[in-house]
């Protein structure tokens, strides 16, 4: 089974309040290829919400408690993303997930890229907190930007 980030199924669950639709991504779920998942949503986060960038470090060092996950108006939300992590792991781990779309770019999904933590739109090299969780439980992690026909 795949895992899709659920804002490229067209679900408006984006900090934002928006969806980033993909087209392959949303036929892989109406065809029944695809399952769907949003670990920001999971852990209890509202829409809209503040953006989030991992601050100090990279999502291992999130995992390792050497760096956080904070809101741009500095609370720390770094439970809540471990916590979103853990249960989008408990969902691929049920429905026999190995590989993973995941939103590029997001403190959670990003899988090439995140934001580098200044919130000045700088990106960096790394993945997210799930994306990372998910690969190192040998789940294959791909971003959006690779789900094309």
């Known amino acids: 089974m795949i895992l899709i980030s659920s804002c490229l199924a067209g679900f408006k669950v984006?900090?934002?309040g928006s969806a980033a639709t993909n087209?392959?991504?949303?036929?892989?779920?109406t065809?029944?290829?695809?399952?769907t998942a949003c670990p920001e949503i999971m852990a209890g986060f509202d829409i809209p919400r503040s953006p989030a960038e991992i601050v100090n470090g990279t999502a291992n060092d999130v995992l390792d408690d050497k760096a956080i996950v904070q809101e741009i108006n500095g609370k720390d939300v770094t439970d809540k993303y471990l916590l979103g992590a853990d249960l989008v792991?408990?969902?691929?781990?049920?429905?026999?997930?190995?590989?993973?779309?995941?939103k590029d770019?997001?403190?959670?999904?990003?899988?090439?890229?995140?934001?580098?933590g200044t919130f000045t739109?700088?990106?960096?090299?790394?993945?997210g907190v799930t994306a990372e969780?998910?690969?190192?439980?040998?789940i294959k992690t791909f971003s959006d930007n690779e789900l094309s026909v």
């Not at 087209?23 to 779920?29: I, S």
């Not at 065809?31 to 399952?35: C, E, M, P, R, T």
């Open 89 to 102: 792991l408990k969902i691929a781990k049920k429905n026999q997930v190995t590989a993973a779309f995941l």
């Open 14 to 16: 984006r900090y934002d």
């Open 121 to 127: 739109g700088q990106k960096i090299s790394g993945r």
């Open 133 to 138: 969780v998910l690969a190192k439980n040998g």
């Open 31 to 35: 065809h029944g290829q695809a399952i």
């Open 23 to 29: 087209k392959l991504a949303l036929w892989l779920v």
């Open 105 to 116: 770019g997001s403190p959670s999904c990003g899988n090439c890229t995140v934001y580098n």
